[in-house]
Nanobody, 115 residues
């Protein structure tokens, strides 16, 4: 069974920082992509950042310059450093893993940014 364990969410004031981490374990033969999605109340789930092949990074336009994603391929972990947080960043953040023909989701970690 594949497990994605997320940590690092919490409450922070605007302008502050948080670091999210996700560790994947279980019967994962290969991982092509690891990243983070988020879903705010009343909004659709959206890609925040992802690392594909351990090299290529993608960021949502709204977080470019503020968030940094990093992946440790050997340990199957991915982290998201979030700086200069804004109230608009408030959401449930989900770790996401794309394997071979299948994807996995974490249960989510809540990030709340106060004004």
């Amino acid at each position: 069974q594949v497990q994605l364990v997320e940590s690092g969410g919490g409450l922070v004031q605007a302008g502050g920082s948080l670091r999210l981490s996700c560790a994947a374990s279980g019967s994962i033969s290969s991982i092509n992509s690891m990243g983070w999605y988020r879903q705010a109340p009343g909004k659709q789930r959206e890609l925040v950042a992802a690392v594909t092949g351990g090299r290529t990074t993608n960021y949502a336009e709204s977080v470019k310059g503020r968030f940094t994603i990093s992946r440790d391929n050997a340990k199957n972990t991915v982290s998201l450093q979030m700086n200069s947080l804004k109230p608009e960043d408030t959401a449930m953040y989900y770790c996401h893993v794309m394997g071979y023909g299948v994807q996995y989701w974490g249960k989510g970690t809540l990030v709340t940014v106060s004004s």
